[in-house]
């Protein structure tokens, strides 16, 4: 039986997704230096980001992406409100030495920090540990004023989805600091790139329970609405104005948080 999370794209499996607010950046790694940076990843990550009372990070490859080379990670950081999130290490003793020692030095470049805020009303997602390590992370930009006829859809998705029995996992997410406050995040999981082939989600039962809940023809109205509340993207439309695949490594993040 699906339920509501309190949490996650990726982000991202539902072990991840119990936070409600994420910090995001990429890094990539200096040319022929990708194993290197890895294997720093991994070790920097079991020292500093095992421990309960550590801060949890959680590592996904680049597998598709305009922000993103294919040597780089995207880091994210979970905590169950924004009070309790962790933002360059929290002061953790020794953490800065060896990161700048250690791993640094097998960075090319790496963004700022863009924190996220979970709009449960928009998420349903029950995925099991790594039983969907694949992200397909859709990045919208909402027109001014039009916020509402973004949310409308997506709020009221979960209730179809979960009438309709379609096995979907889906999390949302509003832009909060380092981005555009009209930036939103939709994550949706697949066990692999066959999960995210068309017709692969069902999405027609999901449409026939969507126009049962709302009424008549509400799925094609609804998602007109979503349609015009974005800005144009690169190429003159706001369906979806970029869309990266992401891969969960486990070796190279916190252990999973317990349901």
Known sequence: ???????????????????????????????????????????????????????????????????????????????????????????????????????????????????FTLRKSATYNDAIGTDKPMRRVFHYNIKHG?????????????????KSGVDLDINAFNSFAGGSRQHARIVIFGKNLASFEPGSGNWSKIKDAYNEIYGNNSWEEDWELHHKSLLNGAYGSGWGNSVELLEFIPELSSPLLDN
């Open 1 to 115: 039986m699906k339920y509501y999370t309190l949490t996650l794209l990726l982000i991202f499996c539902s072990s991840l997704v119990y936070g409600q607010a994420i910090s995001i950046r990429y890094i990539t790694a200096k040319k022929g230096e990708n194993s290197q940076l890895r294997e720093a990843l991994k070790i920097k990550t079991q020292k500093y980001n095992t421990k309960d009372n550590q801060p949890k990070i959680y590592t996904f490859a680049v597998r598709a992406s305009q922000k993103g080379k294919l040597s780089s990670y995207v880091r994210l950081t979970y905590a169950p409100t924004l009070g309790e999130l962790s933002i360059g290490g929290s002061g953790q003793p020794g953490m800065m030495e060896y990161w700048m020692k250690n791993v640094d030095v097998h960075i090319s470049t790496s963004s700022s920090n863009e924190i």
């Open 146 to 162: 039009e916020q509402h006829n973004f949310w409308r859809i997506r709020d009221n998705l979960p209730k179809a989805i979960e």
